[in-house]
């Protein structure tokens, strides 16, 4: 029965649309995450997890540590949707709170070792985390690229937070010039400049490294 | 020095066409249990406060109390009379 099946079709699309077409920057959607609607929530995570964890893996270079502060950005995001003003997306603010959530991460880490270290110069006893950070394999990469990415992500590590932010942003999450300018609140010349710097910074630390490995 | 160049050139060039890491697929279990575990501890955490003022109230009121009456009271002559009274029968016991 072609008729009451296209009906019935037509019932099921008509159902099923407004649910497909759940636009997340929606002023709706907003106010449904202000209200705590947990079905909300597990939209926005579902739509955000990856994008989130893929640019905290990327500034931390550590598959624990990221799994740990992306779940702290989501707490932080449902936190603080009520001071949300949508002066910028819900996209750029989330990557947002991923960027400043993982490069606190890492000046905590970076003080604590330097603390370590302080104690150990002095004859305390402390558990001096290991100086020498293990190679990253980010489970993105291609297999053939594998080792040479370590290299990359470890010169990466070296440059400064600015740069690396906008590195990761643009080279790992695949992010355009005008949204990072978005993110960390800046121009798209500035962006173009930190890349700029960030690329040729990196080249000098490689030059390094394949000098120093190649003898 | 024309290798380090076509390495550094490779090495620049692998992360072109990476895949994005996939997040846990718990994720959001994950969030919720620990704003809940969050939540909990938020709901401890004040009414220990409570308890911590309500005790400091009660030794601060007392400590006030005994300073002032015992202040006033050591200057009046009945006082006095009890001491060496009390002190008297400590003496003769």
């Known amino acids: 029965m072609p008729p009451l099946c296209g009906n019935y079709c037509l019932f099921i699309y008509q159902i099923h649309i407004p649910i497909f077409a759940f636009t997340l920057e929606g002023t709706d959607f907003i106010s449904q995450l202000r209200e705590g609607n947990q079905s909300a929530y597990k939209e926005l995570v579902k739509q955000f997890g990856n994008k989130v964890h893929n640019t905290v893996i990327g500034i931390l270079q550590n598959e624990e540590d990221a799994e740990d502060i992306t779940q702290e950005v989501f707490?932080?995001?449902?936190?603080?949707?009520?001071?949300?003003?949508?002066?910028?997306?819900?996209?750029?603010?989330?990557?947002?709170?991923?960027?400043?959530?993982?490069?606190?991460?890492l000046r905590k880490k970076k003080r604590i070792k330097r603390f370590a270290i302080v104690q150990s110069l002095f004859g305390m006893e402390s558990v001096l985390p290991a100086l020498d950070k293990p190679h990253f394999y980010h489970p993105g990469v291609q297999l053939e690229n594998k080792e040479l990415s370590a290299i990359l992500f470890k010169a990466v590590d070296q440059l400064a937070e600015t740069q690396k932010t906008a590195f990761v942003l643009h080279k790992v999450e695949g992010l355009s010039y005008a949204e990072i300018a978005d993110i960390m609140k800046t121009s798209v010349p500035s962006v173009e400049s930190l890349m700029f710097r960030a690329k040729q910074n990196l080249q000098k630390i490689l030059a390094d490294y394949y000098n120093k490995h190649e003898k | 020095m024309e290798p380090t160049k076509n390495h550094i050139q490779q090495t620049m060039e692998s992360l072109d066409g990476m895949a994005q890491a996939t997040a846990n697929p718990f994720l959001f279990d994950k969030v919720m249990n620990r704003m809940r575990n969050a939540g909990q501890s938020q709901m401890v955490k004040p009414a220990t406060l409570r308890m911590a003022f309500a005790i400091a109230v009660v030794v601060i009121g007392v400590n006030v109390f005994s300073l002032l009456h015992f202040n006033s009271n050591s200057s009046t002559g009945q006082s006095n009379a009890f001491q060496k009274e009390y002190f008297s029968y400590i003496t003769n016991f």
């Open chain 1, 75 to 105: 707490i932080e995001v449902f936190r603080s949707v009520h001071g949300f003003k949508g002066e910028s997306t819900l996209s750029t603010w989330i990557y947002r709170i991923s960027v400043v959530k993982s490069l606190e991460f």
